[in-house]
């Protein structure tokens, strides 16, 4: 079964850290681009951060530029998403998703992916 696993969501602190882990099974990532995103009530879903397994380039949005940082082991089949300096407004479900990869991140930042998680809170307290 093709399947992407989301974990370590949980309550933070304004100002601390987090990682995010998205775990793939039933397939690999080679091939893919992996997308990080998120969605907090009432708003709609906002792509954060997406990473191609071919090249490992990166994307950010602006609102998480410098404090969020995407990587991938592509050997344990697994995406992280680094959180520092974490901000009230970034509470929210944090999904991955990933899907076909090419050459740009227009599909991933559109959220247009062929498998998703079921994701993972982040809550901020202040």
């Known amino acids: 079964e093709v399947q992407l696993v989301e974990s370590g969501g949980g309550l933070v602190q304004a100002g601390g850290s987090l990682r995010l882990s998205c775990a793939a099974s039933?397939?690999?990532?080679?091939?893919?681009?992996i997308g990080w995103f998120r969605q907090a009530p009432g708003k709609e879903r906002e792509a954060v951060s997406c990473?191609?397994?071919?090249?490992?380039?990166?994307y950010y949005g602006d609102s998480v530029k410098g404090r969020f940082t995407i990587s991938s082991d592509n050997a344990k089949n697994t995406v992280y998403l680094q959180i520092y300096n974490l901000k009230p407004e970034d509470a929210a479900v944090y999904y991955c998703?990933?899907?076909?990869?090419?050459?740009?991140?227009?599909?991933?930042?559109?959220?247009?992916?062929?498998?998703w998680g079921q994701g993972t809170l982040v809550t901020v307290s202040s």
């Open positions: 990473i191609s397994s071919s090249d490992g380039g990166t």
């Open positions: 039933g397939f690999t990532f080679d091939g893919y681009i």
């Open positions: 998703g990933a899907g076909p990869y090419y050459g740009d991140y227009d599909d991933c930042k559109r959220g247009y992916v062929e498998v």
